[in-house]
């Protein structure tokens, strides 16, 4: 069996600067960390393949610059077996639907999977789409904010999913895709020393579009279907006013204030 987790390193700060010609984030140098729903999705996939009998390969896939190769590290520390990278300058500034292209052909290229694990979300682009888009690209169903997976054999998978009411089981087919969502109180496992070193020694590579196939023009900025016209910081707003004086006198100030403001 194989699973697939595909991870996104995201900037670990809230200082980002944007690219004022493409609109896209600087990720050069920046300080990075794993993205933390991606951790989650990988320690269910651990957890899952230390409680199933079958062999399980769990593929760590990124998408990024080439430093990413340390959130890939990480991941092969905390239970991957193998990690791949994607890195090449035709990659950089792809939208939800470039990045979905990419990862999708580097999954086909991975080999048969029975389950890709996503994070529900990146903090940094927070979109929630590209989990469905990979979903679509491989033609396979898509279970999303997963919080759990019960059970998986050689045909399907049984998950639970987070909903506004509550939670439901789903039993799916498999190939799935699970978009994970991190349950409260969710503490990652820090590798220890030992996990750290046999990491060094666990299977690590970089592909380019060449790996892929496909013309360069569908990855990228070039094989993004939307287009930042424009990223600025929202205006600062104006300071709050304060009241806290006796409700009926509150009450009176907060009307003069809607009417003055027209608000009433
Ligand atoms: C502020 C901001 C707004 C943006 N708005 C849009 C937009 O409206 N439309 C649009 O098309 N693009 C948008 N982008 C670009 C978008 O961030 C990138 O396309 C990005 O690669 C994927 O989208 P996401 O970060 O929203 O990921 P999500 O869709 O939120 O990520 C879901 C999961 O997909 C997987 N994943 C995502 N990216 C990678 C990767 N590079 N490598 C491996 N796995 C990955 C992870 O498992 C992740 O948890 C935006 C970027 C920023 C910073």
Redesign the pocket.
């Known amino acids: 069996m194989r699973f697939v987790v ?3 390193q995201v900037p670990d700060t809230t200082e980002i600067e944007v690219d004022e010609e493409t609109g896209t ?1 600087i990720r050069e140098g920046v300080p990075s960390v794993l ?1 933390a ?2 951790e989650f ?1 990988l320690n269910l996939a651990v957890e899952l393949k230390n409680e199933v009998e079958e062999d399980v390969e769990i593929v760590a ?4 610059p080439p430093q990413a190769k340390e959130a890939l590290n990480k991941c092969l520390a905390i239970g991957a077996d193998r990690a791949v990278l994607l890195t090449d300058m035709v990659f950089a500034g ?4 470039a ?1 979905s292209v990419t ?1 999708s052909r580097a999954i086909k290229n991975i080999g048969k999977t029975d389950i890709v694990f ?5 903090s ?8 469905p888009e990979v979903a679509a690209h491989m033609g396979i169903p898509q279970l999303t904010f997963v919080t759990e997976v019960e059970s998986v054999n050689n045909s399907h998978v049984v998950a639970k999913k987070e909903t506004d009411e509550g939670f439901v089981r789903i039993k799916c087919e498999t190939p799935v895709m699970i978009a994970c969502m991190p349950t409260p109180g969710f503490e990652p496992r820090i590798p220890n020393i030992r996990e750290i070193m046999k990491a060094k020694k666990k299977e690590y590579q970089e592909w380019s579009h060449e790996d892929l196939g496909g013309d360069p023009s569908e990855y990228g900025l070039d094989g993004s279907e ?1 287009v930042v016209i424009k990223t600025y910081s929202p205006p600062p707003k104006g300071e709050g006013i304060i009241v806290d004086d006796e409700p009926e006198v509150a009450v009176k100030k907060l009307m003069d204030f809607f009417e003055d403001e027209g608000i009433l």
């Open positions: 595909c991870v996104k984030i993205n729903f991606d999705a896939l990124s998408m990024g792809a939208d939800t639907w990045t990862l996503m994070g529900q979300e990146a940094d682009g927070n979109t929630a789409q590209v989990g939307s």
